[in-house]
C-alpha cells in the first residue's frame, strides 16, 4: 500500500479484524476452503508507527488445492475469465483461477483497514456495510442508523434479521441444488465533511463506482436515489437545503451525500450489485481451448453466495477512495 501519511499508529492487530470477516471457511454458508489470513506487515512501519513510506504486507495461501482446477486447464468456465484471459494474453494461470480469483481481494481489505483507521482517526469517519437483498429477498434498513453489531448478529450480514434467516435458508437451498445467488451490498459512509471529492473526470462517486466495479463478481453500481430516481420529478427529488446551527444540511439525502461530484455533509450512501457465483456443481456446456464443444461439471470449494463475503470488500474499497480523497482536499485550496 503506497500513500499513507507517516505517524499513523499502525499494528497487525489493526487489520486482521477485517481480514478475519473476509476469510473463507467462516460460517456454513461460505466456501469450506480454511484459510486463517493471518497478515504480517514488513515494511513501511517501524515502532508501531507507519513511516510514509509502502507499506508491505503478506498473508500466506494455508489450504490451495490446485488440482481441484485441473479440468478448467482445457475447459472454460461459463461466466468465468477463462476465455477472455486466453482471448488476451494467450496464456494464463488455470490453479484456483490465477489472478481473478476472489483471493486477491484480501490485500484490498488489509489496505482498506489501514484507510479505515486513516479516516476514524484523523476525521471522525465511519464506514458500515451490509447485505441488502439475496436473490429475491430484500431487507429494510435506515442507512443511518445500521452499525457494526447490526450487520455482525448472522452469518449473512444482514441487519435485518427476518429476513436474514430466510436469506440464510435461500443459501443453504442453493448450495444443496449445486447453484448459486447473487445479491446487493449497501454502503454507508458517515462523518466524512463537506468538500471531499473533485470536479469533472475524478468526481467521488466516479471513482467510488470504479472502485467498486473492480471487484470481481460486481455488476453493478448506484449511489443515493440511484435508477429509482428516475421515477421521480425535480420537485420530489431534490434535497432542499436548511441550516442547523452554523452547519448547512439536506431535509432528504437522494443525492447520496455527493453533489456535483463532492460531498455534501451528509452520510454517502450506496449499492454494490454481485452476480450469482459462476462456479455451480452442475455439468454445463462450454468449449475447450482448443474450440470444441464440450462440457464441465462444477468442482472444489466455492461460495453458494459471494455476498456475505464481499461486505467487507465493500468497505475496504470506500475507506480507500475516502482516504485518497481526504488528502487531495488538503491541496484545495491555501
Not at 461460495?303 to 468497505?315: F, T
Request: contains cysteine; aromatic residues 6%; glycine residues 10%.
Amino acid at each position: 500500500m503506497d500513500g499513507c501519511p507517516a505517524g499513523l499508529a499502525l499494528a497487525e492487530s489493526d487489520l486482521q479484524p477485517d481480514l478475519d470477516r473476509r476469510r473463507p471457511g467462516q460460517s456454513h454458508i461460505v466456501t469450506q476452503r480454511k484459510e486463517s489470513d493471518t497478515v504480517r506487515i514488513v515494511s513501511g512501519v517501524f515502532e508501531g508507527v507507519t513511516l510514509g513510506t509502502p507499506i508491505g504486507m503478506t498473508i500466506a495461501n494455508e489450504d490451495q488445492k490446485s488440482g481441484d482446477y485441473r479440468e478448467v486447464m482445457e475447459k472454460y468456465r461459463p461466466s468465468h475469465a477463462d476465455y477472455t484471459y486466453d482471448a488476451k494474453f494467450g496464456v494464463r494461470d488455470w490453479r484456483g483461477g490465477g489472478r481473478t480469483s476472489a483471493r486477491e481481494t484480501a490485500g484490498r481489505v488489509a489496505a482498506g483497514a489501514i484507510a479505515r483507521k486513516l479516516l476514524a482517526v484523523g476525521h471522525g469517519v465511519e464506514i458500515v456495510a451490509w447485505v441488502s437483498k439475496i436473490g429475491a429477498l430484500v431487507a429494510s434498513c435506515d442507512v443511518e442508523t445500521v452499525s457494526a453489531a447490526d450487520v455482525e448478529q448472522t452469518a449473512v450480514r444482514c441487519p435485518d434479521l427476518a429476513i436474514a434467516a430466510k436469506m440464510i435458508e435461500a443459501i443453504e437451498a442453493a448450495r444443496k441444488d449445486g447453484n448459486s445467488l447473487g445479491g446487493v451490498v449497501t454502503c454507508a459512509v458517515r462523518g466524512a465533511p463537506p468538500g471531499w471529492g473533485e470536479p469533472v473526470f475524478d468526481r467521488l462517486e466516479a471513482d467510488l463506482a470504479k472502485a467498486m466495479l473492480s471487484v470481481p463478481a460486481t455488476k453493478g453500481f448506484e449511489i443515493g436515489s440511484g435508477f429509482a430516481g428516475t421515477d421521480l420529478t425535480g420537485a420530489d427529488h431534490n434535497d432542499p437545503f436548511y441550516m442547523a446551527g452554523d452547519r448547512v444540511r439536506t431535509r432528504t439525502n437522494h443525492s447520496g451525500g455527493v453533489q456535483g461530484g463532492i460531498t455534501n455533509g451528509e452520510t454517502i450512501y450506496f449499492r454494490v450489485a454481485f452476480k450469482p457465483t459462476a462456479t455451480i456443481m452442475r455439468e454445463q456446456q462450454t468449449v475447450t481451448r482448443d474450440h470444441h464443444d464440450t462440457t464441465l461439471h462444477g468442482r472444489g470449494r466455492h461460495d453458494p453466495c459471494v455476498v456475505p463475503r464481499a461486505v467487507v470488500i465493500v468497505e475496504a474499497m470506500a475507506a480507500l477512495v475516502l482516504a485518497d480523497h481526504a488528502l487531495r482536499h488538503r491541496a484545495a485550496r491555501l
